[in-house]
């Protein structure tokens, strides 16, 4: 039932009438409501929806419509009230958001403040990061493209000040339980991270959190703190400050490949550490990092189980395989004959396509195993190059969040949109038997990720149905219960859509990898 | 009484208080309320941080207060004295002596670097996503590329407003590359007065965008431009809202607006020094037409980028 209002000569703010449009929407009996002036175009696009009648079609420019599609005639009254309430409120001004001209104005004006957030152009950042660690304020910089120079000058100067730079480029940290960037929401606990890669920390912390254990802090440091350069100086502090802090049991630490004297100084800075440390460098020589004392652990999901033994007093336990830890093996076993007798005899490759950089290069450390020719745009010892970062080439995995990708577009973590595209180019390659994904949630992240690839993916389940064809799509869910998108919602909705969902980027990976392996023998 | 001060005031302001005629309060905002008078003549008065514009005087909002809560409303009556404007009723008054007259500054020589241009709108398209508004138009700003090109755009995820207008826009965009009156027409039909609030936002979205082709049209001499601008006003006379048909018709007579030329300069600067500003100073406006206006000013600098690759411009 369409029910219409027209309200002659009124104007309001479009987010102010939206908020109204969501408030009335909650009340019972309204399937839908829309807001419009009354212009011919609006109108067009009401009798689209089918939500206009011959009052709402009398209406002038400048007029109101309010177009109501409800279950019952009796909710109109109370409706009608609700939106004359509405209406008649005045623009809420935003009571806990303070806006300042300049940033000396805020640290004026705001002198408890003790981290600053800076996401200003590259060019611009080290200057207004330099003004908050000279009043003695952590700097969390979340742009990239800051000259190298001036990051080693920031983070010496920092250091000198004692306070902290989590950057450039750096895209998560938990401070205190405040999720800043993009981060899963985790329970407060005794583990504390300091790495120089974003989804690995998320990785590690949401499987931590999964266990029930917490995380004290994580301390993102950008991913060239390990850099020769700049000498992994917050890397450093870092270790320092969870060394010291009380709340800290185990400390654990996540980078990709450093330069080798970086790698030298933090292990010997690990090795005065009297807490167990868990060490994740991703493609790393265990024996090495072992030398210092750490744990060394050769995914994330190794070092998230590392770090939780050595909480519950486990030592560095048998429990936890060397490899990854693939439980339950009679049923993936199983799992991996019944996919691969459904394949076609011409489908052989296996494409991933990733939102966490991270995760694509552990991936690819762990398919190495099992697949020699490995083309991918993340450039790793053994990987081969692609000639067209656009056109996969036989195995291949791709890091959707690469530069070439976002150029213009937002991260697929925040929208991943841009993978819709690829992932149907990928599934309908008629040689493909696996796709690879995995999905990122989080504060900040996209609200909804699963959702927007479902249709894509049912699409092209049924598509190579029709072509008598069988695609294993293998995904992770990097995240937790509490996390705004709810981890089990979203692998639900994937297991729903005939998605292996596995734990952890790790075991996804090696699961494809295997399927991929047994296919190759068969 | 209320008494503030003028800072700028638009060259087509001095004209109303030539005429003395009284108006009335059109509709009042939180930055700014408009004014009404005979033959639909408008008048802004708006906190300066939107900078010039030819129907406004702008005023340096020393109060934290909103203008609606100065106890302004719709309907009151407006006299324009001398150099004063009263509203009796409101017990307001603005004085304008002082306040010096805005002229648009845009400089006639331009050089720019196509790659840093590029780089500009890429970095542009990422600010606005993560601070413009998304209750209208702001998706398409994701589809910039395919509007301009022409290539489908999935619907998913997008709201009616923007599902409504992709086609008419893309072919907006063909129409303005072929000087096509006829597409342009049908595209503009669908378009004009979309959207929600007091200025629909595909009339913002046209705002930015033939702001921006005039820009150009400055430079480099595109005829038919205000051909077009032309045809775009008037199909808007009495298909959108009373304040989006004033500044559509500004807009299409070639009037510059101080905050889109600063916005526009910016993109196009070969250094990303004001960017971030100009870019930001846009999204403020109203409460999701800055985003509509920089859509329509990136939409206008790919498609003019476009056409300036045809052989016939590259000299």
Request: some cysteine.
């Amino acid at each position: 039932m369409i029910r219409t209002i027209i309200r002659e000569n009124d104007y309001h703010d479009s987010v102010f009438l939206m908020n109204i449009a969501e408030q009335v929407q909650e009340v019972e009996g309204v399937k839908q409501i829309v807001i419009v002036m009354g212009t011919e175009t609006n109108k067009t696009l009401l009798s689209d929806l089918g939500m206009i009648d011959f009052q709402a079609s009398t209406a002038t420019t400048n007029d109101m419509i309010i177009a109501l599609e409800i279950e019952k005639e009796e909710v109109v009254e109370e409706i009608l009230i609700k939106i004359n309430h509405l209406l008649l409120q005045k623009p809420k001004r935003d009571k806990e958001k303070i806006n300042f001209p300049s940033l000396e104005m805020a640290l004026t004006g705001l002198p408890e403040v003790n981290l600053a957030l800076i996401s200003v152009p590259g060019d611009f950042a080290a200057n207004e990061a330099k003004k908050v660690i000279m009043k003695g304020i952590h700097a969390f910089i979340f742009s990239d493209n800051v000259p190298m120079a001036e990051e080693v000058e920031l983070k010496r100067l920092a250091s000198s000040k004692g306070v902290f730079v989590m950057g450039p480029g750096c895209g998560t940290s938990l401070i205190n339980n405040i999720a800043i960037g993009i981060m899963s929401a985790v329970r407060p606990g005794p583990i504390g991270i300091v790495g120089a890669s974003g989804s690995g920390i998320q990785a590690i912390a949401a499987l931590i959190d999964r266990s029930g254990l917490g995380i004290s802090q994580a301390i993102g440091t950008g991913g060239r703190d390990l850099s020769d350069e700049v000498g992994g100086i917050t890397m450093m502090q870092g270790i320092e400050f969870l060394e010291a802090d009380k709340n800290t049991k185990v400390l654990v630490i996540v980078s990709k490949p450093p330069g080798p004297k970086t790698l030298n100084r933090v292990l010997e800075k690990i090795s005065q550490c009297r807490k167990p440390v868990v060490i994740n460098i991703l493609g790393g020589d265990r024996k090495l990092l072992e030398k210092s004392g750490s744990i060394s652990a050769s995914t994330l999901e190794e070092a998230a189980i590392q770090a939780i033994n050595q909480v519950k007093g486990k030592g560095t336990g048998k429990s936890v395989r060397r490899d990854v830890p693939l439980r339950r093996k009679k049923k993936i076993i199983s799992l991996i004959n019944s996919e691969i007798n459904k394949f076609g005899s011409q489908q052989k490759y296996l494409r991933g396509l990733f939102c966490g950089g991270t995760l694509c290069e552990e991936a690819i450390l762990i398919l190495k195993r099992f697949i020699d020719n490995l083309y991918s745009n993340v450039s790793l010892p053994n990987c081969l190059p692609l000639r067209d970062v656009n056109m996969s080439h036989e195995n291949c995995l791709i890091d959707m969040g690469a530069e070439e990708f976002t150029k213009g577009r937002p991260h697929p973590v925040l929208d991943p949109e841009i993978l819709k595209p690829r992932l149907w180019k990928e599934g309908s390659d008629p040689e493909v038997a696996v796709v690879l994904l995995d999905f990122i949630l989080g504060y900040g992240a996209h609200l909804d990720p699963v959702g927007v690839l479902i249709e894509t993916i049912t699409s092209i389940k049924k598509r190579v149905r029709e072509e008598n064809r069988h695609l294993s799509i293998v995904a992770s869910v990097c995240g937790t219960e509490n996390d705004p998108q709810n981890l089990y919602d979203q692998e639900n909705k994937l297991r729903e859509s005939d998605v292996i969902v596995m734990p952890s980027s790790a075991q996804a990976a090696f699961l494809s990898g295997l399927i991929i392996l047994e296919k190759g023998k068969k | 009484m209320i008494s503030l001060k003028a800072i700028s005031i638009g060259h087509q302001v001095a004209e109303l208080f030539t005429s003395r005629t009284d108006g009335v309060i059109h509709s009042v905002n939180k930055n700014s309320f408009y004014c009404l008078f005979p033959k639909k003549q408008m008048l802004l008065v708006y906190e300066k941080k939107y900078g010039g514009i030819p129907f406004g005087i702008s005023l340096n909002q020393c109060s934290k207060d909103y203008f609606c809560d100065f106890g302004l409303r719709k309907n009151m009556h407006v006299k324009l004295r001398e150099n004063y404007l009263y509203i009796p009723e409101g017990k307001f008054v603005l004085d304008l002596h002082g306040g010096r007259v805005w002229v648009s500054r845009i400089e006639n020589n331009h050089i720019f670097s196509v790659s840093e241009v590029m780089s500009n709108l890429d970095y542009a398209t990422k600010l606005s996503l993560m601070n413009g508004s998304m209750y209208g138009l702001g998706k398409l700003l994701f589809y910039q590329e395919h509007l301009i090109c022409g290539k489908d755009v999935s619907a998913n995820g997008l709201n009616s407003f923007c599902r409504f207008s992709i086609k008419p826009v893309s072919n907006l965009m063909a129409a303005i590359e072929r000087n096509d009156f006829h597409l342009l027409e049908r595209s503009a039909k669908k378009l004009i007065g979309l959207g929600m609030g007091l200025t629909p936002s595909s009339d913002d979205m046209l705002i930015g965008l033939f702001s921006t082709l005039y820009f150009f049209h400055r430079h480099i001499k595109f005829n038919y431009i205000s051909s077009l601008a032309n045809v775009l006003y008037f199909l808007s006379i009495g298909k959108t809202t009373l304040i989006s048909e004033i500044f559509l018709k500004s807009v299409c007579q070639g009037e510059r607006f101080e905050i889109l030329d600063d916005a526009i300069m910016a993109v196009l600067s070969t250094s990303k020094d004001s960017l971030y500003v100009k870019i930001k100073k846009v999204l403020s406006i109203g409460s999701s037409s800055g985003t509509e206006m920089i859509l329509g000013i990136l939409l206008g600098i790919r498609l003019m980028l476009k056409i300036l690759e045809a052989p016939i411009y590259k000299s």
